[in-house]
């Protein structure tokens, strides 16, 4: 299901922050960029790759005004545990963000994400008004490269602070297009 420029599909559900479990809304973030993204299941192999990779960038992701937000459907019971298991034992010790617990993939199945009963790695960026703006869904066994997550906000953030668009392989500082021919045709010569 293609969800671009839509609602981002409201939820109600449980989330551990660190050791602290919390009820949490979609509609909490409502004035934030989210990025929401699925991953299969805890205590697996591509997964904890992911949310280190994640971790490692949250003070870019926070330097965007971007929440980012884990869910597999897992128990927080499961969270708690992975987040209390070392990093040289496999484990998440030390994630910050929160992992939402979506045990029986009603979230998943919102998203249009969930199969043989687990997410597939997808991720969501929700803008600051609720709506969808990007979408990536990968097969279990392709990890995904978190920052091409961090250019894609910039580029959206961009796009929505001076109504151009980003080019191919767009980064932060690079040249962007002014909807004009004329624009267009300046950044293709140069």
């Not at 045990?103 to 998203?111: D, E, F, P, V």
Request: one cysteine or more; a negative charge.
């Amino acid at each position: 299901m293609l969800l671009i420029n839509k609602e981002a599909p409201n939820f109600s559900a449980r989330a551990v922050f660190k050791n602290t479990v919390k009820d949490i809304n979609l509609s909490d973030y409502q004035g934030k960029y989210v990025l929401l993204w699925f991953y299969p299941l805890d205590f697996t192999f591509v997964c904890p790759t992911e949310l280190h990779a994640f971790q490692e960038a949250l003070p870019e992701f926070k330097s965007r005004n971007v929440e980012v937000l884990g869910c597999s459907v897992d128990s927080e019971f499961s969270h708690l545990a992975w987040l209390e298991t070392e990093k040289s034992a496999g484990g998440i010790k030390g994630i910050e963000y929160g992992l939402i617990a979506d045990l029986g993939g009603n979230i998943a199945r919102q998203y249009d994400v969930l199969g043989d009963n687990v997410a597939y790695r997808a991720w969501f960026l929700i803008d600051q008004n609720g709506l969808v703006r990007h979408q990536m869904v990968n097969d279990l066994p392709i990890g995904r490269n978190v920052q091409e997550a961090i250019r894609t906000i910039d580029a959206l953030q961009h796009a929505q602070k001076y109504g151009q668009v980003c080019p191919a392989n767009w980064k932060q500082g690079d040249k962007a297009i002014d909807t004009t021919k004329e624009s267009l045709a300046n950044y293709l010569k140069d």
